[in-house]
């Protein structure tokens, strides 16, 4: 029998902050930055569940029986509360968004067949918790490049064929989405899979490579190869796998509607 994945999405907001007490303030500030300090979060969490179909109600589960386990535990533990001080679970950890997805897990495990924890703390952060020991960090980036998809071997008519509108000889151009899967086991102090900063560094310095660029004319790597987002995505991972050991997947928005992604491990 076919096994069914379900999710529900789900809102709440609250207040934390990343503060060690066995760092001084400016090992903290060095650390941590301005989140030393209160602030807040409109998180959304995805709750995905996984099971079969039931032979009397053709379901897997009721998604309003869904609804009210989670909301009751978002309501007594997360939702317009300070993690730090009211939540339990964060009494000897940081709120991370990693460890916030995994503290999710800890308190619906028994009640639902748990398959999947996704945490948002923003559009640019988020978190995956499946059980076991590691978490996948994801982060968002965005930049912006010209290309065009025109093979000087073909005929402009060929080109119009095959690659449509993006074959105009004078290009086009994207702002890309980006996102990038890290996967590891999460720290046991700061709550971290990786230091956002140290990602975000690594990251800035290969997109200054492609960003405000035209991919054709001004790349090395694309001097051969069409800049198509497969091509723009395999670009990514030979420059960022070598310093980012447990990337897993890199994933590209070209627009809204065409979305790419490769595996990374």
């Not at 007594?76 to 009211?86: G, I, T």
Request: proline share 2%; net charge negative.
């Amino acid at each position: 029998m076919n096994d069914f994945i379900i999710t529900r999405k789900f809102h709440f907001s609250a207040s934390h902050r990343y503060y060690l007490k066995n760092l001084t303030y400016e090992e903290n500030l060095k650390l941590f930055g301005k989140t030393i300090f209160e602030h807040g979060h409109n998180y959304k969490v995805f709750i995905s569940i996984k099971g079969k179909i039931d032979n009397n109600t053709f379901m897997v589960m009721n998604i309003s029986e869904i609804k009210e386990m989670v909301n009751e535990v978002i309501d007594e533990f997360y939702d317009h509360k300070n993690l730090n001080l009211d939540n339990p679970f964060f009494k000897e950890k940081l709120p991370s968004t990693e460890n916030i997805s995994i503290s999710f897990w800890h308190f619906l495990n028994d009640k639902l067949n748990l398959y999947q924890v996704k945490t948002y703390e923003n559009d640019e952060i988020f978190s995956i918790y499946k059980g076991g020991s590691n978490v996948i960090l994801g982060r968002v980036y965005r930049f912006s490049c010209g290309h065009k998809l025109y093979n000087e071997k073909l005929s402009k008519e060929e080109n119009f064929k095959l690659y449509g509108k993006c074959s105009n000889e004078n290009g086009h151009g994207h702002e890309y989405k980006l996102e990038v899967y890290i996967e590891g086991e999460v720290d046991k102090e700061t709550g971290f899979v990786m230091n956002l900063n140290e990602l975000d560094k690594i990251i800035f310095e290969v997109l200054e490579e492609i960003d405000h660029k035209f991919l054709n004319y001004d790349v090395d790597f694309f001097k051969d190869k069409l800049p198509t987002t497969e091509n723009l995505l395999l670009f990514l991972k030979m420059k960022l796998k070598p310093k980012l050991k447990n990337l897993k997947k890199l994933r590209v928005f070209e627009t809204e509607n065409n979305i790419f992604e490769i595996e990374c491990e």
